[in-house]
Structure formats: structure tokens, C-alpha cells
């Protein structure tokens, strides 16, 4: 109807200069999304009092020549759910014992103080190389991991009132003069921290948020945590806004610092005062 009525029967032919073109590529992706899990073995060694190893094996479903391989299969174990305690959890990655194989297998090594009880997961994420995630939740596959560890800790690792102290000392990096922001806290945890970072904010509410990891310890000691200042930083007054905690049974407590006015107190998130230096 346009060609006839609007354009009185003219076609148009677009002409486009060579060095104006270009190829575009993936005309026809692959969405075939990864095969299902088709089986899993899972095995745990060690003695009740050491460090246990948890071994995982899956197959899933064969894919087409055509597809693309799955990379890797990643989920997060969870550990028992107790009542008023965090829930525990680790990272578990697998990865194929060949190229190309639908076999993969990976190993993870907890901690003597984890929680005893069963582990599992509550969803299996499969990857293959562009891209494509299927999520297998619990109800598609049968699971059983028992952890012995009558070592377990159950006791959350504790900020000690009143020792966070933040102090500012003069250092270099890559051979240029810069600032050294220190923040030291006590902690009070009868296995120690097998990881904790610290939260600071700067004077400007559009800037970004640093954060810095430490060094894990045992038993009662001091957390430290670094900053590196350079001269691009914002000039003014930085905050200590939050100090979070893992201790090596894998109990999780964050500890935020306000300006006073907030009411909340729990176990897990807890109010104090805030902590200021100036750069």
C-alpha cells in the first residue's frame, strides 16, 4: 500500500560507502542453556578434633557438539540454621576434570570449629563459556554432608567497647609520599578471626566507600587494618562507620558505627559512637 498509494510504485535502494560498513558478529548466539545435574557424590574426611575436607563430584546432562562448554559450577554450602545465630556458609567452586568433560569435581577444607550438623546448599549455579547460568535449586537434587566437629564454636566473635582507635602516619608507595591511615580495634573470641574488615566513610557523601581486610589471628588479639591516603583523596574528616568480623568457627557480626541517634542493638548489628580523623 505504501509503495503503490504514498510512493507511486518507486522503490529506494540505500546506498551505503564501503568504508562506512562494518561486520557485526554473534548473528545467531547460543541460548541453550547447560544440561541438568545428573549426579553428585559427596565425601567428607578427617578426624572429629582436625580440619575436615569436603569432596564434591557432579556430572550433569551431555550438551550438543554444537553448544558451549560449561566452565565451572559454583554454590554457596550452608551450615546448620540455628535459632538467634547467623547461618554459616562457604564458597564452593568445581571445575571439569577434562575439557570438554561433564564430570566435575572440587574440594574444600573447613574448619575444626565449624558448626557440626549438615551442610548443603541452597541452589547449584552451572556456567558454561559465554555466559549461560542454569540454577538448580535444592528440590532438583538429593544432598548429604555431615560435619563432625565436636570442637565447634558457637560463640560469635565480640568488639571490645571502647578500643577502636584510628591514627594517621607517613609512609610511601611506588616511591611517592602518602598517608598511612591505621584502624585498630580489640576483639574479644576464643578461637580468633579467620578474616575482618573495616568500613570507613570519607567527608564527602558522593565519594566512595573504602574498605580494608587484615590479617587473620588466633585467640584474643588486636584487628589492624590499613589504608593507603593519597593526594587524591578528599581533604577532611573520615569516619569509622562499620567493623565486620569472622571469626574461624565462620560466626559472622558486623558492628556499626553512628552518631549516637540510632536505637537499634543486636547481637548481629550494633550502634556506636562514631569515629573521626581528620587528613
Request: proline residues 8%; contains cysteine.
Amino acid at each position: 500500500f505504501l509503495r503503490d498509494a504514498i510512493m507511486f510504485g518507486n522503490s529506494y535502494v540505500a546506498q551505503i560507502r564501503q568504508d562506512l560498513t562494518f561486520q557485526v558478529l554473534n548473528l545467531f548466539p547460543n541460548y541453550n542453556y547447560p544440561g541438568k545435574v545428573k549426579r553428585i557424590q559427596v565425601s567428607v574426611t578427617g578426624a572429629p578434633d582436625d580440619d575436615k575436607v569436603i569432596s564434591c563430584e557432579m556430572e550433569i546432562q551431555s550438551v550438543g557438539p554444537k553448544d558451549n562448554p560449561v566452565t565451572g559450577i559454583g554454590f554457596r554450602l550452608f551450615g546448620p540454621k540455628l535459632k538467634d545465630l547467623p547461618t554459616p556458609y562457604v564458597d564452593y567452586g568445581l571445575m571439569p576434570i577434562a575439557p570438554g568433560s561433564n564430570v566435575f569435581r572440587g574440594t574444600y577444607t573447613l574448619s575444626k570449629y565449624a558448626y557440626s550438623g549438615f551442610w548443603s546448599p541452597d541452589a547449584i549455579v552451572i556456567t558454561d563459556s559465554v555466559g549461560n547460568s542454569r540454577y538448580e535449586r535444592a528440590v532438583l537434587y538429593g544432598w548429604r554432608c555431615y560435619i563432625d566437629n565436636p570442637l565447634q564454636d558457637m560463640k560469635p566473635p565480640t568488639y571490645v567497647p571502647n578500643t577502636a582507635r584510628m591514627y594517621v602516619k607517613p609512609g610511601t608507595a611506588e616511591g611517592r609520599p602518602v598517608q598511612i591511615l591505621s584502624v585498630d580495634w580489640d576483639v574479644d573470641d576464643d578461637r580468633g578471626l579467620s578474616g575482618y574488615w573495616s568500613f570507613i566513610a570519607p567527608p564527602s557523601i558522593y565519594s566512595f566507600s573504602p574498605n580494608q581486610a587484615g590479617l587473620p589471628f588466633m585467640g584474643k588479639g588486636t584487628a589492624h587494618t590499613e589504608y593507603v591516603i593519597t593526594d587524591y583523596f578528599p581533604t577532611g574528616v573520615y569516619k569509622l562507620s562499620m567493623i565486620y568480623m569472622v571469626d574461624w568457627g565462620l560466626n559472622a557480626v558486623r558492628n556499626i558505627f553512628t552518631d549516637g541517634r540510632s536505637e537499634e542493638h543486636t547481637s548481629e548489628l550494633q550502634s556506636r559512637q562514631y569515629l573521626v580523623c581528620r587528613l
